[in-house]
């Protein structure tokens, strides 16, 4: 519900910041693939940019393929030789994307997703920091995936939060009796809660 809102206020030309959170395992690529399939269905364009694995992919990587694919895969002028953060350059080059973002959503309003984004390099976590004070007037929502971390809080504070969480005791139950499997004991079910998170 609170993403279906955001592309509804993302179609009326306001964006908005989706921070998906949750330990490994929870559920979030998922949630962003789901929520990519329904925006592409409801004519959003959607620019995906993954993280990592390691933090040795060059800077920006994710904005790059991320609006590569909103796009006609030209991203080289934004992104061959991006200014080092803190740089002089550094604030025309986050207005520049912006303004690019603002061009590519003249046809159609965007869904652009950082996906995790807790191993991303510092100059992805920046730009996606600048783009989360700009979103307001640009027909884009902007997810950003990541585990729960300090070094995320300012982006996050930008952001409505969907944290994602394992499931407790009574939800494991749950399952387990959908999935025809009954009788499990309160101990065993509190086991398999704890192994698996």
Do not use: Y
């Amino acid at each position: 519900a609170t993403a279906a809102f955001a592309r509804d206020t993302a179609r009326a030309g306001r964006g908005s910041v989706l921070a998906v959170t949750g330990m490994s395992g929870m559920g979030k690529t998922r949630f962003c693939e789901a929520l990519a399939e329904v925006a592409a269905e409801e004519g959003f364009g959607v620019g995906w940019g993954s993280c990592g694995p390691t933090r040795d992919t060059p800077p920006l990587w994710p904005w790059q393929h991320a609006l590569a694919e909103l796009g006609n895969g030209e991203t080289d002028a934004l992104f061959g030789h991006p200014p080092v953060p803190d740089s002089p350059e550094w604030f025309a080059h986050c207005a520049a994307v912006v303004d690019h973002l603002r061009a590519l959503a003249e046809e159609r309003p965007n869904v652009v997703i950082l996906d995790n984004a807790h191993i991303a390099d510092e100059a992805t976590l920046r730009l996606a920091q600048f783009v989360a004070r700009h979103v307001r007037g640009l027909p884009l929502v902007l997810v950003v995936a990541h585990h729960p971390l300090p070094e995320l809080n300012a982006l996050d504070r930008d952001a409505t939060s969907i944290a994602l969480h394992g499931f407790g005791a009574a939800e494991t139950a749950e399952v387990f009796a959908a999935r025809g499997v009954e009788g499990v004991s309160d101990a065993d079910i509190a086991f398999v809660v704890a192994a698996t998170g």
